[in-house]
């Protein structure tokens, strides 16, 4: 198996540090983008502020002269929560710059080095509220746009080698999850009802089929939207 070396945001925590490890272990080299430092990361962690554009920017573009990068996963996610009627626009804002700025930017800083390479992967982690889920407006907006630029990206990029997917989980049991959703909670209880399978996904299931999405095996399939989610897309169940 060839050993790839790849750019992972949000990688300290949840699906990105599950992927971390389940990459490292399979002998890829992973650089992690996190807010902050952490010695026990299974590779090269890099603290970069996502608030930031301009510095941002100018971490990725310096990561990717350092690194012959052969592939980017976009995991890093904010999410606030708001009814319709009260929805805050400095937090859509706030929403918009860390999901989706900051993936268009990692893939532009190491576009130049995939297509010197002529073989690529990215692969943009979107979210099952992009189907309609109360309180989302602002994130659903956000992972929505995520999804169409995995779309785009994937027409612009068919014949450079480049492959261009996003998976969509479903509720994930994430400190970012657990910290608008409390076990227990009636919050909780409405996630689980849209879920046929009746529980909460494994940062390590996600993590799985992100791994695939990152293989030689995965060179055929690009512009799709995974979801994993138990179901969830489908719709709900009526037991």
């Known amino acids: 198996m060839t050993k790839r070396t790849f750019l992972v945001t949000g990688a300290s925590k949840g699906i990105g540090r599950a992927l971390s490890h389940r990459l490292a272990d399979a002998g890829h080299h ?5 807010r902050s430092k952490d010695a026990s990361f299974p590779g090269t962690l890099v603290p970069i502020d996502l608030n930031d554009d301009r510095a941002s920017n100018e971490a990725f573009v310096d990561l990717a002269r350092r690194h012959e990068f052969d592939g980017v996963v976009n995991n890093v996610g904010l999410v606030r929560l ?15 710059r860390v999901n989706v700025h900051s993936t268009i930017q990692t893939v532009q800083a190491i576009l130049p080095t995939l297509k010197a390479k002529g073989w690529g992967r990215v692969v943009n982690v979107s979210s099952l509220v992009t189907v309609g889920i109360a309180l989302r407006s602002g994130y659903a907006a956000a992972k929505g746009a995520v999804n169409s630029l995995t779309r785009t ?9 480049i492959t261009v997917n996003a998976v969509a989980p479903g509720p994930i049991e994430t400190d970012m999850f657990r910290s608008n959703v409390p076990v ?3 919050a909780e209880e409405r996630f689980l009802s849209l879920v046929p399978m009746r529980r909460l996904g494994r940062p390590e299931e996600i993590a799985a089929a992100i791994a695939f999405l990152l293989s030689e095996e995965a060179g055929f399939i690009t512009g799709q939207i ?3 989610d138990g179901g969830g897309s489908i719709g709900r169940t009526s037991a």
């Open 226 to 228: 995974l979801f994993v």
């Open 82 to 96: 708001h009814s319709v009627g009260e929805i805050d626009l400095r937090d859509v804002d706030d929403m918009l």
């Open 184 to 186: 227990g909670s009636e």
């Open 153 to 161: 990206w994937a027409i612009e990029l068919a014949q450079s080698g």
């Open 30 to 34: 992973v650089v992690g983008v996190a």
